[in-house]
């Protein structure tokens, strides 16, 4: 069972709109948690990094929370664009470096 | 200052053949990280180096090898291709260890016939 759940799978929004994508995870103990957005045919780009002590943290339109008590973590995104349009990627980092990816979230922003 | 960039853009091998994938990562980073990411299996670690040093691995066969130069330019060797292997490979660097922000090149598509 994969370590990292990712929801959902795929998602349609009009633009303009917010939306939050959702992460839980099993990893323990944990050391890091990130997201990433990846556009089709391009490598992915970090986001947000968040380690066990973060609640929250920011990046331009891109909000993402953590609760390490509950293992999940959600990613916000306001007033949605066209370029939102990719697949968003939650890993987890545990102490001993090992990484576990969800599958990803394919947003679609539709004007 | 330029992105990381991987050689080649894509390649097409048969089952049994070797091959070898380029990474050179953003000036003054000495972190880089492999991955392979498959429609199936989504993004799979590989492994990281630094300083010329393999510093975390993940679970691959020992088919999948890779090596840092002085220059903290890498390289990832796949031997004895399977069709399976069919992937992009992402190469990611960042300053000094793989816990700061990664930088991810464009990746390489290799197809396995």
């Known amino acids: 069972k994969n370590q990292v759940e990712q929801s959902p799978q795929s998602l349609i929004i009009l633009e303009g709109k917010n939306c939050t994508l959702q992460?839980?995870?099993?990893?323990?103990?944990?050391?890091?948690l990130r997201w990433y957005k990846q556009d089709t045919g391009r490598g992915p780009v970090s986001l947000t990094i968040?380690?066990?002590?973060?609640n929250t943290k920011s990046n331009g339109r891109y909000t993402a929370t953590l609760d390490a008590d509950t293992k999940q973590s959600s990613l916000h995104i306001t007033a949605s664009q066209l370029s939102d349009s990719a697949s968003y990627i939650c890993?987890?980092?545990?102490?001993?470096?090992?990484?576990?990816f969800g599958a990803g979230t394919t947003v679609t922003v539709r004007a | 200052k330029a992105g990381v960039t991987q050689t080649p853009r894509y390649l097409i091998k048969t089952r049994g053949q070797q091959v070898t994938l380029s990474c050179s990562p953003i000036?003054?980073?000495?972190?880089v990280s492999w991955y392979q990411q498959t429609p199936g299996q989504g993004l799979q670690f590989l492994f990281e180096?630094?300083?010329?040093?393999?510093?975390n691995k993940g679970n691959f066969p020992g088919r999948f090898s890779g090596r840092q130069f002085s220059n903290s330019r890498s390289e990832m060797n796949v031997s004895t291709l399977e069709l399976g292997d069919s992937a992009l490979y992402l190469c990611?660097?960042?300053?000094?260890?793989?816990?700061?922000?990664?930088?991810f090149g464009p990746g390489t598509r290799l197809l396995v016939l």
């Open positions: 968040m380690t066990f002590s973060e």
């Open positions: 990611a660097s960042s300053l000094n260890t793989a816990e700061e922000t990664q930088y």
């Open positions: 890993v987890v980092r545990s102490n001993d470096y090992k990484l576990s």
């Open positions: 180096y630094f300083s010329e040093t393999q510093r």
């Open positions: 000036s003054g980073h000495r972190s």
């Open positions: 992460c839980n995870y099993t990893v323990s103990p944990f050391s890091n």
